[in-house]
């Protein structure tokens, strides 16, 4: 970047140097620049002067030819010297006009009418005004063909092309009268190329004028041009009629849809209507039917009663059992048996009774065992399908449960209640789990770490006593409801033993009667960030530790004290080849269960 920087400076420091000591020169007119040629106007020599800057380059070519052919000084019969510079300006003339960039100079040094027209619409046709006007300023068009203003009756996207192309117009004029220094005058090469700087600046200046002027007249164009306000008018007429026409079809659609719910509704209606008319009829007919029976089974009992009541057959009381019991069929039908044994023999409508009596209550003790038994089919489907539609416990449960034993102790009112609220208020995603699953759960967590002291305990003790076998190891599972989380016990000091992960089982029975096992008790330090492993976040370590690895484990447990802090645990695993950190934990665990196995079996 300092190149740069360090000719821009040369730059403004030439520009500074020879402003002062280079003397202006007043521009030259365009006369004065056409004299340079030494007969005057090329295309008058060449005559060209009807086409002038119409003239293409081959129309320049011909005409050279053929003046050429006539003036050659081998042509000519006089022995003067006119015949020889007639030729030379011809020669001169075919020369500067050939080139494409010396004839741009001289038809930038052309006369022009740089104008632009005064327009009033109510008097002046606006095609007789402009339509010169842009015929006149195309001859400056970089591109070739430039588009015409056209005639009334040029289509709309002939109009829109010739705006787009003028308001974009790209000129060639040069403006060399603008220049104020004469470059072949200059002493040496920085001052020619200082005073063709300054040109420059002047031309491009010239230039801004120049687009500017053509702007002006574009717009000025643009703004009475009939064509374009007649196809705004169309354009602006067009979207009012299709705005009408939308709010047209809005307004129908509507009208379509409120017909159409109101035929619903009132079809609705009549179907209302018509199902509460058939409704009150069948009501009404029920009720015919409801009171005709009652009063046939009312005259069917007030029967049976004076029949039992006549001879004595029946007490009162199995009586009225019977007749609560009998449907109508069987009343009248017992009614005319007991009517026909009674005419034979008293004795024979008593059996009868006593028979009817005896096969009803036996009846009934059947329909009290069946709903019993169905009932408890009922209630173990229910606990079926919850059991069976509940998810496991998740890590985030499990916590939540130990905070829970915590919060709520023994002795709460509705402790299994409340803890299961914490719970399904805590949880995500909540399985809104109920009294009994927490009760159940306690109870398996509480016989989980039962078995695995035992197993630990037993398994360090020297003694001939057999230990119950260890549980298995869990299977290792992606899954977040069943993969254990390992928390770091609190190291506490370097001599100091975990304390014990279990709390004594409170003898306090929940809401529902049944005793209320122990929870996991929390050891979590207020200071420290990881707490001893509950049962609910426990890994069972692995049953096979070589030599190596205790002798590791005991090594990083000196190295690494309690006053590591949380990190303790991570970095002891990282010493011990082959273990994790919750083995590692628990083999500590395991130890120190051992040892206190050990001190009581000495102390008994």
């Known amino acids: ?156 996207d002939q109009v829109a092309a010739f705006y787009n192309f003028w308001f974009d117009f790209k000129t060639w004029r040069d403006f060399a009268d603008a220049d104020e220094y004469q470059p072949e005058d200059a002493s040496f090469r920085e001052e020619r190329r200082w005073m063709e700087r300054q040109n420059e600046k002047l031309r491009a200046k010239k230039r801004k004028e120049e687009k500017a002027r053509i702007t002006r007249l574009v717009q000025l164009a643009y703004g009475h041009d009939p064509r374009v306000k007649a196809h705004l008018v169309a354009q602006k007429e067009q979207k009012t009629k299709a705005k009408m026409e939308r709010a047209a079809r809005v307004q129908r659609e509507k009208e379509q849809e409120a017909k159409v719910e109101s035929d619903r509704l009132a079809q609705e209606q009549r179907e209302k209507e018509e199902a509460a008319l058939r409704e009150k009829a069948d009501a009404a007919e029920r009720k015919k039917q409801k009171e005709k029976q009652q009063k046939a089974v009312r005259k069917a009992r007030a029967r049976l009663r004076a029949v039992c009541k006549a001879d004595s057959l029946c007490e009162d009381e199995p009586t009225e059992m019977l007749c609560n019991r009998l449907s109508l069929e069987r009343l009248e039908s017992l009614c005319d048996q007991l009517e026909a044994a009674r005419a034979v023999h008293v004795e024979d409508a008593k059996r009868l009774i006593a028979a009817e009596l005896e096969a009803e209550a036996k009846l009934e003790d059947e329909e009290k065992t069946k709903s019993q038994a169905d009932a408890a089919s009922a209630a173990d489907a229910t606990k079926a399908r919850a059991s069976v539609t509940k998810p496991p416990w998740t890590e985030n449960e499990l916590g939540l449960l130990t905070k829970a034993a915590n919060k709520f102790p023994g002795g709460v009112p509705s402790r299994w209640l409340k803890m299961a609220e914490f719970i399904n208020h805590l949880a995500s995603p909540c399985n809104s789990r109920t009294e009994e699953e927490v009760i159940v759960k306690v109870k398996s967590l509480r016989a989980e770490v039962a078995l695995k002291a035992t197993h630990a305990a037993g398994k360090q003790d020297p003694s001939p006593a057999p230990s119950p076998p260890a549980p298995p190891a869990p299977k290792k599972s992606t899954s977040s409801a069943t993969t254990p989380r390992v928390v770091t016990p609190n190291p506490g000091t370097a001599d100091e033993e975990p304390k014990p992960a279990m709390r004594e089982s409170s003898t306090v029975a929940p809401t529902g009667g049944s005793p209320r096992p122990a929870m996991p008790a929390s050891t979590c330090s207020s200071k420290n960030t990881e707490a001893a492993p509950t049962p609910a976040a426990e890994t069972t370590a692995s049953e096979e530790w070589s030599p190596q690895q205790q002798r590791s484990l005991e090594q990083a447990l000196a190295k690494f004290p309690a006053s590591v802090g949380a990190e303790r645990w991570d970095r002891i695993a990282e010493c011990v080849v082959g273990k994790t950190k919750a083995e590692c934990v628990i083999r500590f665990q395991q130890i120190v269960a051992a040892l206190k196995a050990k001190r009581a079996a000495a102390g008994k």
């Open 1 to 156: 970047m300092e190149p740069p920087m360090q000719e821009t400076s040369m730059e403004e420091e030439a520009d500074e140097r020879f402003a002062v000591s280079v003397p202006k020169h007043k521009p030259k007119s365009k006369a004065e620049l056409r004299s340079r040629l030494s007969d005057g106007d090329p295309y008058k020599l060449l005559e060209l002067d009807g086409l002038r800057w119409r003239a293409s380059a081959e129309d320049i070519k011909r005409a050279y030819r053929r003046l050429a052919l006539k003036h050659h000084p081998d042509k000519q019969q006089t022995t003067d010297d006119s015949g020889d510079a007639m030729f030379k300006a011809i020669t001169e003339a075919f020369e500067l006009l050939y080139d494409v960039k010396k004839r741009r100079e001289f038809d930038s040094l052309d006369e022009f009418d740089d104008s632009i027209p005064a327009f009033d619409p109510e008097s002046d046709d606006f095609i007789e005004t402009f339509a010169p006007v842009f015929e006149r300023n195309s001859r400056w068009s970089e591109l070739p063909h430039a588009p015409l203003l056209g005639d009334h009756s040029s289509s709309f």
